[in-house]
Nanobody, 123 residues
Framework: QVQLVESGGGSVQAGGSLRLSCVAS????????MGWFRQAPGEEREAVAI????????YYADSVKGRFTISQDNAKNTVYLQMNILKPEDTAMYYC????????????????WGQGTQVTVSS
């Protein structure tokens, strides 16, 4: 089993930036995909950004494309989400996820989940 721990959330004004980190407690050699999902109150959990851990191919939701960047540091077993030009609609709980299968942009494709870190963007 892989344990994931997120950090870096907080409160920021619109137009600001935050960098989220997700550290895996064990080897991620068997992990094909690492991703960030978010869920606002009363909303469905949605994929924000996904990275294929071997090819470094990426996926971004249309709503964050050009503003967010996902990256990984294999030596640290860590994936990052750099969030720039934040908007109030980015406010949500952000979850790190890891998967051993195909890198679909849907929550049920992922095997492991962190506990989440809150991001709040004010206007």
């Amino acid at each position: 089993q892989v344990q994931l721990v997120e950090s870096g959330g907080g409160s920021v004004q619109a137009g600001g930036s935050l960098r989220l980190s997700c550290v895996a407690s064990a080897s991620t050699a068997s992990i094909n995909c690492m991703g960030w999902f978010r869920q606002a109150p009363g909303e469905e959990r949605e994929a924000v950004a996904i990275i294929h851990t071997h090819t470094y191919g990426t996926y971004y939701a249309d709503s964050v494309k050009g503003r967010f960047t996902i990256s990984q540091d294999n030596a640290k077993n860590t994936v990052y989400l750099q969030m720039n030009i934040l908007k109030p609609e980015d406010t949500a709980m952000y979850y790190c996820a890891a998967g051993t299968g195909a890198c679909w942009a849907r929550a049920n494709a992922y095997n492991y989940w962190g506990q989440g870190t809150q991001v709040t963007v004010s206007s």
